[in-house]
């Protein structure tokens, strides 16, 4: 076999032992553990929050962005770890006493408005659908590297691979093991990176500390300054992005969801710790890729203009093993680590996507008395439709990878992020608040695209990738001012948020 | 009556006292170090910018990292695990002695 078809099979083994595996687990945990499934502990915890979390983005575009950026790009690190310190002190356990797990939930009960329901529930299907459209390319990169075709048809292939897999595995009834899942990742992403270390000279043991050196050759030798601040953008540029990241990771639904599985508290705030170092571990290697993969180029004597640098970015981390001369499965492993990421966190968010369909509009509003089996058959039909919107999206993606992603970190960071922080901290937010909240929140989100033309000012302040910073506080305001000229919300909300989310120890 | 009139209040800047003073409180010191270290270092690093502090910065060395690079992509990470920790450790210190003065048992 060539190098190629070894990779492609490393990557077929490691997608097939997930359903073996998780078929293993089932039949094991129906008769020992019952059906609740079973506990992990912290620290199976935090590999749980870890792995939900890492997707292409994790492990494909953030090396791609710091290639091409430099320093400038490792925002994108420090908003994508800090968001959980915001996530942990100002939500966490509230979130977790009120009860509400989804962000259409919780605003329909806190808000008390199934308007405001229903725009929460768009919003977030809005988020998944602009994330998964930035999972959708790296698949479709991936594949159009492995199997040497062009993009298009590589993200065909990817996106059938991906939903036949999703339906596969529904219809077998296996359960996700994110454990499993974090370690394939965790472990697909490190190991080729001390390979990569070693084959190059560096001290490979550690190569998330090692790289150090490789700047300093970088600049001695090809005087390559990679290190430089604000030299690809401002300072504004730096803070709104890495601001945007982190409030939306603190307002993003898939991320909130995971308190709901640990079964108390005080082991749901330690598992967020855990989590944030597993994720920390992934984020410390990804600058390493980067790194190593201009320097090869620069040994290698290639030069490339900016558009050609920009195509290849987001499968930097792919090229720079291959171009070094990693054997085959090798290459393979690290495919198949990024690919799984993509795919649990395609089939996570289409999922979660459908369910809202399904329930927040189909049943909630549109049809209140549909049975059981019709809100299931919604739900899968949801799944295929956002899967092929999705697909549709991929085919001409509008950024990088992380790029997008960002997008709906900023869409979540203006829009859930203002609700939940005023729904938990301040008794008077109301509906009417929260519905002109979210509206903003929207209109801030895609001020860029929409407006600058008129108003190039709104361009400058308000960038695609990183509106939060600006938009997040105005959106605030907007809610304070709103709810403070309307009526306050229900006696017994306050009553329920006085004495049991802030005073269950009185 | 009296219960009808009492107005329920939750605010971040005004606290009830007890537990919830207490969860403030370390709230905003947690705040104050993630935001000084995230963004009160760029603000620093921007402004020093071609100065003898600003290239002091930028030419010393730490693990053979540039010192502002170590420090955004190597020490925040870690700084924010740091700061998670310590709030949990608070947290679950105030969440005891609470639950003690009112005689409950810990969760």
Same mark, same amino acid.
């Given at each position: 076999m060539n190098d190629s078809s070894w990779s492609v099979f490393v990557v077929l083994c490691v997608l097939v032992s997930f359903i073996v &595996?998780?078929?293993?687990?089932? $039949? =094991?945990? $129906?008769?020992?553990?019952?059906?609740?499934?079973?506990?992990? %502990? =912290?620290?199976?915890?935090? +590999?749980?929050? +870890?792995s939900n979390w890492m997707s292409a983005a994790s492990l494909m575009g953030l090396a791609g962005l710091i290639y091409l950026q430099g320093y400038q790009a490792l925002a994108y690190v420090i908003g994508w770890t800090g968001g959980y310190v915001l996530l942990l002190v100002l939500l966490a356990s509230q979130i977790r006493r009120f009860g509400k797990f989804t962000a259409p939930d919780f605003v329909g009960e806190r808000y008390g408005s199934s308007a405001a329901r229903l725009i929460a529930a768009v919003i977030s299907i809005a988020i998944s659908v602009i994330y998964c459209v930035a999972q959708f390319k790296g698949i479709g990169m991936i594949f159009s590297f492995m199997f040497g075709i062009d993009y298009t048809r590589g993200v065909m292939f990817g996106g059938v691979a991906v939903v036949s897999y999703l339906v596969l595995s529904g219809m077998l009834g296996v359960p996700r093991n994110q454990q499993m899942l974090y370690f394939?990742? $965790?472990? !697909?992403? #490190?190991? *080729?990176?001390?390979?990569?270390a070693r084959k190059l000279g560096y001290f490979w043991l550690l190569p998330q500390f090692g790289y150090g050196e490789a700047i300093a050759d970088l600049s001695r030798q090809f005087s390559i300054d990679f290190t430089l601040p604000f030299a690809q953008g401002s300072?504004?540029?730096?803070? +709104?992005?890495?601001?945007?990241?982190?409030?939306?990771?603190?307002?993003? *639904?898939?991320?909130? $969801? =995971?308190?709901?599985?640990? *079964? @108390? #508290?005080r082991d749901a705030r330690w598992s967020v710790v855990w989590g944030l170092f597993f994720i920390a571990l992934i984020y410390w290697s990804a600058p390493a890729y980067a790194v190593f993969g201009r320097l090869l180029e620069a040994q290698q004597g290639h030069q490339f203009s900016p558009a050609a640098a920009r195509s290849m970015a987001d499968i930097i981390v792919l090229k720079t093993a291959v171009s070094a001369?990693?054997?085959?499965?090798?290459?393979?492993?690290?495919?198949? %680590?990024?690919? !799984? +990421?993509?795919?649990?966190? &395609?089939?996570?968010?289409?999922?979660?996507?459908?369910?809202?369909? !399904?329930?927040?509009?189909?049943?909630?509003?549109? @049809? *209140?008395?549909?049975?059981?089996?019709?809100?299931?058959q919604v739900a899968k039909a949801g799944t295929l439709v956002l899967a092929a919107l999705v697909l549709l999206l991929a085919l001409n993606p509008p950024g990088l990878i992380a790029e997008i992603t960002a997008v709906a970190f900023a869409l979540a960071g203006n829009t859930i992020f203002p609700l939940f922080l005023l729904g938990i901290w301040w008794e008077r937010a109301n509906r009417e608040g929260a519905i002109a909240g979210m509206l903003t929140g929207i209109v801030c989100t895609f001020a860029e695209p929409l407006l600058s033309g008129v108003l190039p000012q709104v361009g400058a302040w308000f960038p695609i990738t990183s509106s939060a910073l600006c938009g997040a506080p105005l959106v605030i305001c907007v809610m304070i001012a709103v709810s403070l000229v309307t009526p306050p919300p229900p006696e017994e909300m306050r009553r329920f948020l006085e004495q049991e989310v802030h005073g269950h120890l009185d | 009556?009296?219960?009808? /009139?009492?107005?329920?209040?939750? /605010?971040?800047?005004?606290?009830?006292?007890?537990?919830?003073?207490?969860?403030?409180?370390?709230?905003?010191?947690?705040?104050?170090?993630?935001?000084?270290?995230?963004?009160?270092?760029?603000?620093?690093l921007a402004v020093s910018r071609g100065t003898g502090a600003g290239d002091l910065l930028t030419r010393l060395t730490f693990f053979n990292l540039p010192l502002h690079f170590w420090f955004t992509a190597q020490f925040l990470p870690l700084w924010f695990i740091v700061l998670c920790v310590v709030f949990n450790v608070y947290i679950d210190r105030i969440t005891q002695y609470h639950s003690r003065r009112r005689d409950r048992s810990y969760e």
């Open positions: &595996v998780g078929l293993r687990q089932k $039949s =094991r945990e $129906s008769t020992e553990y019952g059906f609740g499934g079973r506990y992990t %502990g =912290r620290i199976g915890g935090g +590999a749980a929050i +870890a394939v990742i $965790s472990v !697909s992403f #490190i190991v *080729p990176l001390m390979w990569l300072l504004f540029g730096w803070c +709104a992005l890495c601001f945007t990241l982190m409030v939306g990771t603190a307002g993003l *639904p898939h991320v909130l $969801s =995971r308190f709901y599985t640990v *079964p @108390n #508290i001369g990693l054997p085959g499965w090798l290459v393979g492993v690290l495919a198949a %680590g990024a690919l !799984s +990421a993509a795919f649990f966190t &395609v089939a996570g968010l289409l999922m979660t996507g459908a369910a809202s369909i !399904s329930y927040d509009i189909y049943y909630s509003i549109l @049809n *209140p008395r549909a049975s059981e089996s019709a809100r299931m | 009556m009296s219960h009808q /009139n009492k107005r329920y209040q939750v /605010n971040l800047f005004r606290p009830k006292t007890g537990h919830m003073r207490d969860e403030v409180l370390i709230i905003f010191a947690i705040l104050f170090g993630w935001a000084i270290c995230t963004f009160g270092f760029q603000i620093v």
